[in-house]
C-alpha cells in the first residue's frame, strides 16, 4: 500500500466533527466511530464540551457506538471529557499504532469495516485508521481557523507534505475515495 493511500482519508468532512450526521453514517453503512479528542473534539486549550457537542453525542450514540482513543497521557483530561459525554475512552493510544483502535472496535462488537476513526491529523488519526482497515473521516480542527494556522504548525506540515505525496484533501462528502483504484 503506498503512502498516498495511508494518508488518503476516506472522507473529508469539510468541517468540525459537528458536521458529521446519522445521513453520513447511514450513506457509508457505519454502526462505530472512534473519535480523537484534543482538537477533534475539543479545541486542546478547552477543559469541557460545549453544550452543542453534547447534543451531537446524544443524537450520535442513536445510530452508531462510540469510544474515544487519545494520544494524550492525561487521565484528568481525557477521562473529564468521556464524563461529560458518557463515553468510554483509551487513553495513550500512541497512534498512529492500531492496538487502542482494534481494541475499541472489538469493544464495540463490530468489524473494523463498520467503524469509522474520525479525527483532524493525517498522521496520526487517519494513518491509524487506514492501517487497520476503518473507514476514515477527517475534521477540521475545532478552533478558530486562524488561530489554528498559528498554532499548529505539525498539522500544517502534514497536509502540506500529504499534498505534496498526492492526497487530496478536497472536500468528498458525497464522494469516497476508492482505495482501489489510487
Given at each position: 500500500?503506498?503512502?498516498?493511500?495511508?494518508?488518503?482519508?476516506?472522507l473529508?468532512?469539510?468541517g468540525?466533527?459537528?458536521?458529521?450526521?446519522?445521513?453520513?453514517?447511514e450513506?457509508?453503512?457505519?454502526?462505530?466511530?472512534?473519535?480523537d479528542?484534543?482538537?477533534?473534539?475539543?479545541?486542546?486549550?478547552?477543559?469541557?464540551?460545549?453544550?452543542?457537542?453534547?447534543?451531537?453525542?446524544?443524537?450520535?450514540?442513536?445510530?452508531?457506538?462510540i469510544?474515544?482513543?487519545?494520544?494524550?497521557?492525561?487521565?484528568?483530561?481525557?477521562?473529564?471529557?468521556?464524563?461529560?459525554?458518557?463515553?468510554?475512552?483509551?487513553?495513550?493510544?500512541?497512534?498512529?499504532s492500531?492496538?487502542?483502535?482494534?481494541?475499541?472496535?472489538?469493544?464495540?462488537?463490530?468489524?473494523?469495516e463498520?467503524?469509522?476513526?474520525?479525527?483532524?491529523r493525517?498522521?496520526?488519526?487517519?494513518?491509524?485508521?487506514?492501517?487497520?482497515?476503518?473507514?476514515?473521516i477527517?475534521?477540521?480542527?475545532m478552533?478558530?481557523?486562524?488561530?489554528?494556522?498559528?498554532?499548529?504548525?505539525?498539522?500544517?506540515?502534514?497536509?502540506?507534505?500529504?499534498?505534496?505525496?498526492?492526497?487530496?484533501?478536497?472536500?468528498?462528502?458525497?464522494?469516497?475515495?476508492?482505495?482501489?483504484?489510487?
Amino acid at each position: 500500500m503506498s503512502k498516498r493511500i495511508l494518508l488518503q482519508p476516506d472522507l473529508v468532512l469539510g468541517g468540525t466533527i459537528i458536521n458529521l450526521t446519522p445521513n453520513i453514517l447511514e450513506q457509508h453503512q457505519l454502526q462505530g466511530l472512534i473519535l480523537d479528542v484534543d482538537e477533534t473534539l475539543v479545541s486542546i486549550t478547552t477543559p469541557k464540551v460545549s453544550q452543542e457537542l453534547k447534543q451531537w453525542t446524544i443524537a450520535m450514540k442513536q445510530v452508531a457506538n462510540i469510544w474515544l482513543v487519545s494520544n494524550n497521557l492525561s487521565r484528568n483530561r481525557i477521562g473529564a471529557i468521556a464524563q461529560e459525554l458518557e463515553l468510554p475512552y483509551f487513553l495513550g493510544a500512541k497512534k498512529p499504532s492500531r492496538r487502542k483502535l482494534r481494541q475499541a472496535a472489538a469493544q464495540m462488537n463490530l468489524p473494523v469495516e463498520k467503524v469509522a476513526m474520525v479525527g483532524d491529523r493525517l498522521f496520526t488519526d487517519v494513518l491509524a485508521g487506514n492501517r487497520l482497515g476503518m473507514f476514515t473521516i477527517l475534521v477540521e480542527p475545532m478552533a478558530d481557523p486562524v488561530i489554528a494556522y498559528r498554532t499548529h504548525p505539525i498539522r500544517n506540515f502534514e497536509v502540506w507534505l500529504s499534498q505534496k505525496l498526492g492526497v487530496s484533501l478536497a472536500t468528498n462528502q458525497q464522494n469516497v475515495i476508492n482505495r482501489n483504484n489510487s
